[in-house]
Structures are given as structure tokens and as C-alpha cells.
């Protein structure tokens, strides 16, 4: 319905005419102190007059202060129905959270603020432009949080809500950051698997499915409407955004037990409840976030990363974590050696063999029963200190025998069935059912710098016995994704050219060779440099779906969504367009792949062509003099912000330093730059 000018400029409300020109003001006065008038700065007297100003009671502005920093999105009714939507369900609901922890730090005679910063939905940007500003969007999040932070100097403390692939991560780094402030993070939570219908992670592939013949238009419409069992949280798999909740509890920066819990329950606005008492508690034991994360919690939060079958993402993440704490940076040696000590003993999903929905994953006792696992055998730091004030060994004793663990396995028993000692495995369980150990970094002529596949997701079947995946065959070269997809789907792709039109651009059809069984997809130009690192989720959730999809392989200088499986090797560094060996593939190149998925060794070579095999020495020679077979060049669509992050991370350190904006080795690049002119 099209609105009239008199509609658009004007309304016929006669109460727009009842315009208030003054205003009482609030009643009472500041509590100033002739200290205050004499030293303080005015920006903490005109605060207070702010903190009136909005309704506060005057008697109560000297109580001491706490943040409450959220990725809040959409607009929600009190009924629960959306007014606006958000970008996911993993942030449409956590404002409930906010109010929770808000009305408790009330009650605790503190005063609380609340400030705001959405997240994206890497799940809606998938093969979109709006992918290329993923991850260099967790940068700028964290940045923007850091200043909100900064902007209100009379807090004592903050807690952080989110909960998804990036929004989560970038809280973490901002909190972490704070050096000299109490912090904790509030977990966002998860949403409900739908009672019959397919998980938001298998329903992101109906297209490709759809395309194959697999399913029909009305399964697909049907499916893609009952995807969310419930409006709030994170997705049902122990993807990225459910991955980061855990590494945050791990941490030791949430409280025990809050990663993962369903959102919009009880038990989930209790957690808020609970996390406001504990910044309180922290403020007022001197503690702060510094005390929290230390190498140990560090260390804990790569062991249980490794035995949950985590998101690869968070080899990302966790870096830049540490680097914003002041720690360390792990290294891919201490990833694969952690990797090698630690076993899986999660069955969740995008993790087999059952793969239960996240809401299991909790039920069954989430991380701190996964961590009575790991003190048995010996992998934990028990001394890190957590948020709730108490070290991780007596939050584990506390565990080991409260009423909640005791309760929440036994609903997960009567209600679903399901017993908890099978979600949350011990480790000669998980043995006898096959799990293996989580990440395995491939090096070799392609990947000189290394590469990550998540080993723990390659389909068993074709895993030989000695648990080593082996497969040789024809690269697919693609230098982007919307061609590779097209030639999964065995679709024409079109593009546009030039035709000297007045517009000066045509469409043309391109019509791809399908994909086909023992086909190696090489997807290069997508590492930072190219589009800012995008996932490629729906290639390799296509793949993991299509019955042909576990004899091909994939291999990307891009990164992977938490959700993805199969034999998909990222992060191949150097990339494509830094001079990376992957850059001169070309198709019908011979490349071989092999991954022990029990001792996480793999390798990732160029071996010659059709009737021409040679060793991978050879090969790398081969490939050294080798120009690229097609123009490498960063996607055309490539929003300039992220190529701004894409070379500020890369003079940081680059991927596998965490993809971070490290001040002082970027100064010193431009620096170096300029003297040079």
C-alpha cells in the first residue's frame, strides 16, 4: 500500500499539537559532597545530573556502578512476539537476560547500566556479500565495546551477554581486556531442536538438496519453517556461537554450569541472576578478569575445546582472547599437542556418532561434567581461578555432588530418553564408540604454513581401518564460492560481463562441469586478503548432505563454519593471494590427502598430473616456478572496511596469530612504510 504525500510529511493525530515546552524536572537533589564539587571531574557531576535526568532516584546515584553490555537484536513484545525481528534467534531474546542481571544488581543496592552493541547472523550471510564482514566484524565489535566500557569511567565492573559466532567472541575480547575491572559473561544460551523437523544446521542445505532431487519443494518449505524449536539461543549444534559459550565457561569467565542452557527457561534467567551476584562479589573481593585468565585458564580452555569436538573458529578466537588478556598466544604446535593429549568425549552435534542437540549436551552436566572427565585424567589446571571466586577444583568438587547435576541427568533420562553418560562420555566410552580426537593441521607443498581440518567429523565410512583417511584425485579449481556452489549443485551460474552496452554489463550463463564423486574442490582468493576470510558453509554442508558429498574433498584458504564436517581442509596459509602455493593449482592437478585421525598428523600435496605423478618434492619445485593458471584477485564485492581489517590483522600476525589489530607491530609497518617514501 502506497502513502499519499500529505501521509508521508504529515499525520492527522490532533494530540502532535499538545507540544510541552518545559518540564519539572526530577524531584530531590544530587547527593553531591563538597569533595566532589571541588575534584571531581565534570563529566562525573553531569553524569549523575544524567542519571536524574532519566528517572533514577537521586538518594541512590552514589551506589556503585555496573555495566551490562549486551549484542541484543530485534525488538520484542512482552508476549514474546516479535516487533521487529533481529538478525538470529541467538540475540532476539537475551534483553530478558539484561533485565534479569539488571533487577538483581538493583536488589544488591548497586546501579546498573546497560549498553548495546548487535551481532550478525553468520548462518544468514552465508553465500552473501554480507559473509565478507564476519570475522572482521568481531574486531570492530570488540573495539566499539571497549570504547562503551571506557565511556562510562565510574563503572566497577561488567558483565557481558551474548551469544553467537562473532558477537560472543568479540565480548570476550573486550572484556578480557579490562584488566583492572571485575567481568563476567553471561552465556545467551541455546534454542530447542524442533520436535520433528530437521536441526538449523541440516536445513541450511535445502537448496542444494533440493537441486539434487533429494527432497521436494513442500519437504523443503516445511522443513526451513520448523528448523528453531523455540525463538531464543544459539543453534542446536556445538557449533561456533555454542563452541564459544563452552571456551567462555572453560575460561573460567562464566559462571559453572551457564554455557549452553535453553534460552527463555528459568534455569536460563537464573544464570543472570546468579552472574550479577558474582560481579558484585568480585568488585568487592578485589578481584578482577586479570585473575581470571592466566595461562592455566588458557590451557583449560584448549583441553575442553579439544573434547568437545569444538568449532575450528575458535583457533581464531581463542588467540585473540589471549592476546587482548596480555597472555601468550597458543601456536599450531600447541593446539595439535593439546589435540594429541586430549580425547573427544562429546557426542553432539555436528559430531557423530548420535549427535545430540546442544540442550542435551547441558543436560547431561555441560562443561563442568565434561571437566570431571578431564581431572581424572589429569589434563586440567585446577588451580585457575573462575568468576565465581572459587578455584576450578572446588568448583568441580561442588559439582561432583550438587542437586543440580543430580536433577538435570535425570530429566535428560525421563524426558528425552536419552542417558547422559552418553552425551558426556568417559573416556573408555567414547573409545569403544569411536570418537577420536578433535583438530589435525595438514602441512605440506599446498599448505606450507599448515593448515585445520576438524579430523573428528570425517565421515567413518571412508576412513580405512588403521584410522587414516587417504584420498588422491583431480583438483576443481574455483576462485569463488558462488561458483563452487553452482558446481556442486550441478547449476548454471550467472555472471556479468562487459558488452559495451550503455550500462556497460550484461548477464552471461555459465554452465560449470558438476561436481562429481572423488572430485578435490580447491576454493582459493577467499583467506583474508581475498573476502575477509568468509565461511563456506553451504560447500561443505551441501557435501556432508548429498549422498555423493563424503568422496569429495575440499580444500580453502577460507574458514569454516563450527557446524561444518567432512573431509574440508582451511586456513590454508599462505594464502592465495599472499603468494600461498594453493594460488597455482590448476584443474585436473593431482593432489594427495592423507589424515591419521587417531595420531592428528595429515599432509596436503600437489603430486603431478594424470599419467605424470611425482614425489611432493618434486612437486613443490613444480608449484615454486609454477605462474597461477586464472587472475588471482580479492573479490570485486569486497567491502573496503574489511579490506582495511584484512591488512591491519595481517600486519598483527595474521590467521593463525588470532587475526587481531595489534597496535604496536601495525604502527610499526606504517611506520616503516612511510620512512621508506
Known amino acids: 500500500m502506497s502513502s499519499s504525500l500529505d501521509q ?83 540475540h532476539y531474546e537475551v ?5 534479569a542481571a539488571a533487577e538483581e544488581l538493583k536488589r544488591l543496592e548497586s546501579l546498573p547500566f546497560a549498553g548495546y552493541v548487535s551481532d550478525p547472523c553468520d548462518g544468514r550471510s552465508q553465500g552473501t556479500v554480507g559473509m565478507m564482514d564476519s570475522l572482521a566484524y568481531r574486531n570492530d565489535a570488540a573495539v566499539v565495546l571497549k570504547r562503551l566500557i ?37 552465556p545467551g544460551g541455546v534454542t530447542l531442536p524442533p520436535a520433528a ?37 544459539g543453534c542446536q549444534f556445538l557449533g561456533t556461537a555454542a563452541t564459544a559459550q563452552v571456551v567462555a565457561e572453560a575460561l573460567g569467565m562464566a559462571l559453572p554450569h551457564s554455557a549452553l542452557a535453553p534460552s527463555g527457561q528459568p534455569i536460563w534467567l537464573d544464570i543472570a541472576r546468579r552472574s550479577a551476584r558474582a560481579v558484585v562479589e568480585m568488585e ?79 543436560l547431561a552436566g555441560g562443561v563442568p561434567e565434561l571437566m570431571l572427565h578431564l581431572r581424572t585424567l589429569g589434563l586440567l589446571k585446577l588451580d585457575a581461578l573462575t568468576v565465581s571466586g572459587r578455584k576450578l577444583g572446588e568448583v568441580l568438587d561442588w559439582w561432583e555432588r550438587s542437586e543440580r547435576r543430580v536433577r538435570l541427568r535425570e530429566l535428560l533420562q525421563t524426558r528425552d530418553g536419552v542417558d547422559p553418560d552418553t552425551v558426556v562420555m568417559s573416556p573408555s566410552a567414547a573409545r569403544e564408540r569411536g570418537l577420536t580426537s578433535t583438530v589435525t ?30 584420498k588422491t584425485g583431480p583438483a576443481r579449481v574455483f576462485t569463488s564460492e558462488r561458483a563452487a556452489i553452482a558446481a556442486v549443485k550441478g547449476r548454471p551460474m550467472r555472471q556479468l560481463k562487459t558488452d559495451g552496452s550503455s550500462s556497460g554489463l550484461s548477464a552471461e550463463v555459465v554452465n560449470l562441469a558438476p561436481i562429481k564423486e572423488g572430485d578435490i574442490i580447491v576454493l582459493m582468493c577467499r583467506g583474508p586478503l581475498g573476502c575477509g576470510m568468509e565461511e563456506t558453509y553451504q560447500i561443505t554442508s551441501a557435501l556432508r548432505y548429498l549422498p555423493f558429498g563424503k568422496h ?39 593432489i ?86
Request: glycine share 12%; proline share 7%; aromatic share 4%.
Open 8 to 90: 508521508l510529511l504529515d499525520s492527522s493525530d490532533a494530540t502532535l499539537w499538545e507540544v510541552v515546552t518545559k518540564g519539572p524536572g526530577p524531584e530531590g537533589a544530587l547527593p553531591l559532597t563538597e569533595e566532589m564539587l571541588l575534584n571531581a571531574p565534570s563529566g562525573d557531576l553531569f553524569g549523575l545530573t544524567q542519571n536524574a535526568g532519566m528517572g533514577w532516584n537521586p538518594a541512590e546515584l552514589l551506589r556503585k556502578q555496573f555495566l551490562i553490555l549486551s549484542t541484543q537484536g530485534g525488538i520484542r513484545g512482552e508476549d514474546g512476539k516479535p516487533i521487529a525481528l533481529g538478525y538470529h534467534t541467538g
Open 95 to 99: 534483553g530478558l537476560l539484561m533485565r
Open 150 to 186: 571506557r565511556s562510562l569511567p565510574t563503572r566497577k565492573g561488567v558483565i557481558g551477554v551474548a551469544t553467537c559466532d562473532k558477537g560472543l567472541p568479540a565480548m570476550m575480547l573486550a572484556l578480557a581486556a579490562q584488566k583492572q575491572l571485575p567481568c563476567v559473561i553471561v
Open 197 to 233: 523437523s530437521e536441526d538449523a544446521g541440516k536445513v541450511q542445505t535445502i537448496g542444494a538438496r533440493f537441486a539434487h532431487g533429494e527432497i521436494t519443494l513442500e519437504e523443503a518449505a516445511e522443513a526451513g519453517c520448523r528448523a528453531c524449536g523455540s525463538p531464543g539461543g
Open 284 to 362: 568487592r573481593a578485589g578481584t578482577t578478569i586479570r585473575d581470571v585468565l592466566t595461562p592455566n585458564a588458557l590451557h583449560n580452555a584448549m583441553v575442553v575445546h579439544a573434547a568437545c569436538g569444538g568449532s575450528t573458529n575458535l583457533l581464531l578466537h581463542i588467540p585473540a582472547i589471549a592476546f587482548e588478556a596480555g597472555l601468550v598466544r597458543p601456536t599450531v604446535d600447541d593446539w595439535s599437542r593439546i589435540n594429541r593429549q586430549v580425547p573427544r568425549l562429546v557426542d553432539c552435534l555436528p559430531n557423530g556418532p548420535v549427535g545430540h542437540p546442544t540442550v542435551r549436551f547441558f
Open 441 to 470: 593441521f595438514p602441512v605440506g607443498n599446498i599448505s606450507p604454513e599448515g593448515s585445520v581440518i576438524k579430523s573428528t567429523a570425517i565421515d567413518k565410512s571412508v576412513v580405512d581401518p588403521d584410522g587414516v583417511y587417504r
Open 552 to 590: 569429495v574433498a575440499l580444500i580453502t584458504d577460507a574458514r569454516f563454519s563450527g557446524v561444518s564436517t567432512g573431509a574440508c581442509i582451511g586456513h590454508v596459509g599462505p594464502e592465495a593471494l599472499d603468494g600461498g602455493p594453493i594460488g597455482k593449482l590448476r584443474d585436473g592437478d593431482l
Open 592 to 677: 594427495r590427502i592423507e589424515i591419521d585421525t587417531r595420531n592428528l598428523v595429515g599432509s596436503l600435496n600437489f603430486i603431478g598430473t594424470p599419467g605424470h605423478e611425482v614425489s611432493p618434492e618434486e612437486g613443490a619445485k613444480i608449484l615454486a616456478e609454477r605462474q597461477p593458471a586464472v587472475p588471482l584477485h580479492c573479490d570485486p564485492n569486497l567491502p573496503p572496511e574489511t579490506k582495511l581489517w584484512a591488512l591491519l590483522q595481517r600486519a598483527g600476525g595474521g590467521t593463525w596469530a588470532g587475526c587481531v589489530y595489534d597496535v604496536d607491530k601495525i604502527a610499526a609497518a606504517l611506520e616503516a612504510g612511510m620512512d621508506k617514501r
